[in-house]
């Protein structure tokens, strides 16, 4: 048992908050905390127990210092934006406090797709005897437990791993993002890293493109893009030579982009505008729908997995292991879609097997190093159960 701090309140705060109050056995006392107070008391309102909310920049780690000893907090949720991320693990290095995030960091202004910033905490966490496991959401998070689980239980050797992604719900907007919009714009028209052959690899964003037969949905033309966990499963799934991570797309959301991108609305270095600075793409995030109001307008399923190509026992073999999850049903738990609840929900498990003791391990951890049992055990009970198919 323990206190909680979430930090972030948009549509993956949502989710954490309400989980965490549907979990009060484990977490004793609840706040949430974000640049504003606005969304978290609108948050609060929702549920149906009692949440605390404070306002905290934490771009700034003395404030998350301070508020984490105010609250006496034991574990932290960092759902804000991947730019906070450094901030908050030296705010819980310095106070002992166990962290858990769902992203890899990044700079305003430049893309770092590179986890050393945030492993260099490995030390100070053991000495401070706190758990730190990071990009814990669905894909990067569940995808790398599913890792974790095929290579203890399934193979003697897995080759390959193709993390495949399709979310074929309907917002009814012509152009939204399901999540926070800089973020998934950055990730989409990033180049492409890969893991081929032993090697990493650049390609240009949106040029790979293959058919991948989704459970539950059927046929889809999915992309490859660049993803934060082909960077760790790379590094930590023993002699796998191919690392690759697959999204799909509509037509009209690619065409949607293709312009924006054209006309420099995607921009990410400021640009003069009647003598001040602005930056297109954070002024084209005021312009979209704010992912977290997306929850009641959208329908449908997404299904999200990895296809694992190795051996066992001396033969090949080709598994599948995914979830389906129903835009509906994540919204009558917890107000929200589907993408904000598997981000979320795998957090809350996370901070959950923290406090029970079953990975509270002093370090920082991706989620492929720690035991999946666990995981795998509760993930299921928690809204997001998996299956196995044999290819
Ligand atoms: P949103 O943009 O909807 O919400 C982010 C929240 O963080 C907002 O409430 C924002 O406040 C707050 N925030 C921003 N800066 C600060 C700051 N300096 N101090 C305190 N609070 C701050 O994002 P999402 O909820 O959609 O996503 C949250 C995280 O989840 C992101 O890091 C995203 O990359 C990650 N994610 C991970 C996925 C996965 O599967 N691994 C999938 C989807 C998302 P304000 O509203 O005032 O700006």
Redesign the pocket.
Known sequence: MGNILI?????????VAHKCAQHRDVFTDICL????M???EAIAREIDAEVRTA??????AN?VVELIRERNVHVLI????????L?IMEACAQTGVHYV???LDDERDRIKYDYADQWAFHERFQAAGATGVL????????VNVYCAHAQKHLFDLIETIDIIDCNDGDHGYEFAT???????IREILADVITFEDGEFKTTKALESCRQFDFPGIGLRDAYLMTH??VLSIAKFIPDVRNVRFWMTFTEKYLRHLRVLENIGMTLIEPVVYEGREIVPLQFL?HLLP???TLGPRTKGKTC?GCLFEGQKDGRPRKVLIYNNCQHETCYADVQSQA??Y???V?AVLTARLILSGDWAIPGVYNPEQLDPDPFMNGIGRMGLPWKVREE
Do not use: L
Request: hydrophobic share 30%; net charge negative; proline share 8%.
């Open positions: 930090i972030g309140a948009g549509g993956v705060g949502r989710v905390a974000s640049r504003t606005e969304k978290s306002v905290v920049d934490a771009d700034e404030a960092n759902v804000a934006s991947p730019y906070q991320n901030a995030d769902t992203s990009s814990i959401g669905f894909d990067p998070g569940v399901n999540f926070d919009p800089e973020t998934n934060e966990e995030k704010d992912p977290a999200i993408v904000s598997t981000t979320g795998p």
